[in-house]
T-cell receptor, first 114, second 112 residues
Framework: DTAVSQTPKYLVTQMGNDKSIKCEQN?????MYWYKQDSKKFLKIMFSYNNKELIINETVPNRFSPKSPDKAHLNLHINSLELGDSAVYFC??????WGVGGYTFGSGTRLTVV | GESVGLHLPTLSVQEGDNSIINCAYS??????FIWYKQESGKGPQFIIDIRSNMDKRQGQRVTVLLNKTVKHLSLQIAATQPGDSAVYFC???????????FGEGTQLTVNP
């Protein structure tokens, strides 16, 4: 059983399109995150939700909109895709905001905008 | 073999050698640190963690050392194996706890 699952694993789309990436965790964790990993492997936080509440919203274009219908799901919708959005997007979960413990990551979604 | 952290993001070692991967963290208030391993095409995986009230912690073939004075973290891998080839990240957690901040990764390549 996959703990944190993301779909799709690969996404190739044209500039200007709108796309969504889905994430689900079955760990019973309260907190979920979206990270973007660039071509140099740097992991940068985008958003964090705790029990469906937005906690972290880094300097991300408002074309990116996260949605958390329940604490087990955190989806990422991207409008008007641009070439610079090409990256690997990772979803992660954590037991809660304040406890010790690392993240459990999904396997990533490689987004390619052409 | 040993990396010099942020200025040398690649480390190449021979199978069976010991590896040392270094990380300089940024926030002197950080109280919890984690090392992650990311294999090609996969998400980062937890390797070992350490709290700021410790300066050393050992796992299976891995040891993490923490030097708070100079804000330095290292990961030592004993008897490195080809399966250890991956990108390794350190991450720090500030007392506010709401996020992990990741360092620049180090690509470890193990030559048979």
């Amino acid at each position: 059983d996959t703990a944190v699952s993301q779909t799709p694993k690969y996404l190739v789309t044209q500039m200007g399109n709108d796309k969504s990436i889905k994430c689900e965790q079955n760990l019973g964790h309260d907190t979920m995150y979206w990270y973007k990993q660039d071509s140099k492997k740097f992991l940068k936080i985008m958003f964090s939700y705790n029990n469906k509440e937005l906690i972290i919203n880094e300097t991300v274009p408002n074309r990116f909109s996260p949605k958390s219908p329940d604490k087990a799901h955190l989806n990422l919708h991207i409008n008007s895709l641009e070439l610079g959005d090409s990256a690997v997007y990772f979803c992660a979960s954590r037991q809660d905001l304040w406890g010790v413990g690392g993240y459990t990551f999904g396997s990533g979604t490689r987004l390619t905008v052409v | 073999g040993e990396s010099v952290g942020l200025h040398l993001p690649t480390l190449s070692v021979q199978e069976g050698d010991n590896s040392i991967i270094n990380c300089a963290y940024s926030n002197s208030a950080s109280d919890y640190f984690i090392w992650y391993k990311q294999e090609s095409g996969k998400g980062p995986q937890f390797i070992i963690d350490i709290r700021s009230n410790m300066d050393k912690r050992q796992g299976q073939r891995v040891t993490v050392l923490l030097n708070k004075t100079v804000k330095h973290l290292s990961l030592q891998i004993a008897a490195t194996q080809p399966g250890d080839s991956a990108v390794y990240f350190c991450a720090e957690n500030a007392p506010s706890g709401s996020r992990l901040t990741f360092g620049e990764g180090t690509q470890l390549t193990v030559n048979p």
